[in-house]
Nanobody, 117 residues
Framework: QVQLVESGGGLVRPGGSLKLSCTASGNIPQIKTMDWYRRAPGKERELVASITARGATTYADSVTGRFLVSADTPRTALYLQMNNLRAEDTAVYYC???????????WGRGTQVIVSS
């Protein structure tokens, strides 16, 4: 199996930056695409950014140009550099992957990001 643990959340002022990290352990070769999701208070979970095994990245429209997703190779860690943060970025951010062979969804416990003055 695989375990994911997020870190790096916190309180930041609008316009500020944070870098989230997600550390993976366990059966690392089963990890291909990795994603960041977020859930804001009272809202549905939202896909924020993804990175494939080959390094191709995709972003939600709301974060394009402000957030940058990256990952180590092999996939032992996933990162999310968040710049020019806005109040609407306030959410719990989750690391996710779908295992290659079993297609099991693996989630971390999340890290809280609060953007407030």
């Amino acid at each position: 199996q695989v375990q994911l643990v997020e870190s790096g959340g916190g309180l930041v002022r609008p316009g500020g930056s944070l870098k989230l990290s997600c550390t993976a352990s366990g059966n690392i070769p089963q990890i291909k695409t990795m994603d960041w999701y977020r859930r804001a208070p009272g809202k549905e979970r939202e896909l924020v950014a993804s990175i494939t095994a080959r390094g191709a990245t995709t972003y939600a429209d709301s974060v394009t140009g402000r957030f940058l997703v990256s990952a180590d190779t092999p996939r032992t860690a996933l990162y999310l550099q968040m710049n020019n943060l806005r109040a609407e970025d306030t959410a719990v951010y989750y690391c996710h992957t779908k295992l290659f062979i079993t297609a099991d969804d693996i989630w971390g416990r999340g890290t809280q990001v609060i953007v407030s003055s």
